[in-house]
């Protein structure tokens, strides 16, 4: 007994004390979120989340990894998953006390238990008493706050964050409330080298990561950051402006992603992971904002177990907001006219899992978001005198009307291994999306009036200029296809392989309306006026693409791994039908039998006798593109990987991947080619200060090559369309470092420090805001030097958090985010009025948790009331269209929030 007792003194015992007033009191099984990890760690967890005394040897549970254990479980349910498969089981002593011990029948090489056994406890034991104590418990040992470890399924498999060898950062649900995320344009801060901007006519953001970006949105083009939600992919820039709510993590993939997410991650994915139903209790949670601009926001969830093996999980968010954007006199609004920037957004979701048996799982889940705000427009940079920056003149209200509803079914299923190498899991996923959306914009926004143009000798528009843009009907059907099969066990070899299939069928109808009351009767229409129109008619554009995709892990020794993996992706594009109109031609008068499209069904649109004659007919339109096209691009992405456990606690890898990013399909029956990367990274993973700290660091250069970039471009006669044409190349690297720091048990400091360089090594081309690309006078120049856009070049952001212990058991919790970042320009051409300069943005915020059930927050965002340009639109006037050779154009820009405050409050129930 002597003997035995001095040996776990030596070893150190790690002692967990229960908090006071638990065990037979509970009313509901503890909640738990501890990650896969070492066994030491993890039990520590164990014991604080569980309120028991966990009594274990030391050094007998090193070199132990054990399970992730998430959810409201019975302790006896936490410990079998915690302790499944290690060879650790454990023994009930009594009703606060259990003790952790090797497992007899299962040694270190011994078969796979699918759960820890308890051990019966001894009736001839007295944990109180002292010779019990001598046994099996010892003084408790200090630890260190641990770093909450997180995990991720960055390679379709659950791994913690710390042992993946990739570019991933992952924000759990906790971290999301506090920074007060709503939607991804709120969530850049910790995402190293994330951009997004938004724009007017398309309502979708502009994804981009380390520099690469894709600014085409409509039904044609493809995001450069590929988005997923649960691991369904979200076709439309426009999906990624979905609400984040009721989440389980979000997670972000820097860098190309092309062998296990495929076609359009040449930047990176980024994947939104919800909140899954449990099995164990009834829970819920309601969270009220209330804030500056009327905002008032409610979200919640609840989770409702109606069996063993089957839960049901619903959420849902309201937002509503009024704009920030106010209009200038003149505009033609009324006192209950929403304001461009508004927010009047609403989702709702329901999810259901089902595990019959240790080896199914199904779940799926059924949302719908929907928008039905002003939508957003860009401002001049040099708004009116006396008024605001955000402020325009405004003829045509904004209306946006987008719904999207998404259903995911996924299924697993492991085999027990009796037939073959090992146990496998088979997964199948099922995914189909409906997005429909009709919206307004103004697309001059008081252009015409403004000083810069009206001071020209000779103006190139009427003070009465006015052009609308709107979305008439439009429709995106999409359905996904995936299939998985993958090992199971930690072996020599870990494999996936993976079968992909995607469609999309999409239709859209869009129209831009000038009109000019230039005549000689003001504010009535007569012959004089302007009215013209160009419609751009899609009923039908279709993609399909499959692809095949496989990666291999070789565990060469305990410390060094090597992987290898390789997709081939096939695409095919098409329109049928598609025709491009002009009504009945540019600067056409009502005289000249001008008219708009406002108000006209498609079926009614009046055609000229001969539509295809460039000849226009008053009254009627002609087409100028027809844009039937078929396309077919396949590629082959490859990643290579080397990663080496340099000591315990800090990986280091290298690697090699690239991207593919399907080329377009575009007006008139012409087509761009995809555009690639081949990346290279270099990284370290460092766990320091015995858990207390997380530091990863990485270093990646990449090519960058046949870049696609989109404009709209007109000819001599003033008609324009969209055109994608391909950029030569460019290089991009850089340092992406990200600290998670826990200094006590009060403390929490996390850190991210960027630094890019991403420049073109060729790119001759056009400027097609200043010049008619027909033109053969046009001259080309080259951006070879230029910094792409959404790149700057150092970035630094802090989150560092305090929590001070209350008298009644409550804590006071204060909160100070800030970022700062070098300047960047916002398109490729470098000008003045592209750049937005360097600047610093702090949140601010004061958190009282009450020991119960609530939560009362209050918050300030951008404390420095800073104006930060997130995109831009340049208004020029190409001199073929009847502009002014040299004239520097109108500068416009899409702005992020000014300063913000609000209040909010969370009660959660069932705990």
Known sequence: MELLATRWIRAGIATLVALTGVARAQTAPPEFDIAAQDAASALTQ???Q???QLVFDFDAVQGVETHAVTGRLRVVDALGRLLSGTGLTYEIINDRTISILRDAEVGDGGATVARAAPRAPAPDVDPYAEDARSRHAATPVATNPLVDEIIITAEKREETLQRSALAVTALASRSLERQQITDLKSVTTLIPNLQIGTSSTQAAFDLALRGIVSTNRTEIGDAAVAFHVDGFYSPRPQGATMLIYDLDRLEALRGPQGTLFGRNANAGVINVITA??????????????LGSYDLQRLKGHVNVPM???????GAAFVEKRDGYTSFLPGSRVTASTPRYDDSDKFAYRLSALWEPDDRWRVFGSAERYADRGAGTIPVSLAPADGHDLRSALITSPGKLDMTNDTFHLRTDYTSDGSHGPGPVELSYLFGWARMTRQNVSDQDVGLAQDPLLRALPNPPIQPTFDEERRTDASEFLSTQHELQIKSVDRSALDWLLGLFYYRENNSIRFDDDVRDDRGPIPGVEDPGDVRFSQSFLQPHRALSAWAGFGQLTWH????????????????TKQDVGGENLVCPGPNATIADGGFNLAGIATADIPMSPDPDSPVAVPGTCRITAHNDVRKVWSKITYMGRLEYDLTDGLLGYVLTNTGFKSGVIQDGGTYADPEQVVNYELGLKANLLGGAMALNTVGFWSNYSDILRTSVEFDSQGVHQLVTRNATAAHIYGIESELLWKPSADDALQAVFTYLVSEYRDYPTIDAQYYVASDPLTPVINLKGNKLPFAPEYTVALVYERSYALPNGAKLVPRLQTKYQTEMFLTDFNRDSDRQRAYTRTDLALRYEAQAHWVIEAFVQNVEDVAVKNNVDLRGNQPGTGGVPGFPGIARAFFDAPRTWGVRGTYRFGD
């Open 46 to 48: 164990f014991g604080e």
């Open 50 to 52: 569980s309120h028991l």
């Open 276 to 289: 899954k139903p449990e099995f164990d209790s009834t829970f819920g949670q309601l969270d009220l904002t």
């Open 307 to 313: 069996s063993d093996t089957f839960a049901l999980r």
């Open 556 to 571: 060469v020794s305990d410390a060094l791994r090597t992987s290898v993996g390789a997709r081939y992706t096939e695409d």
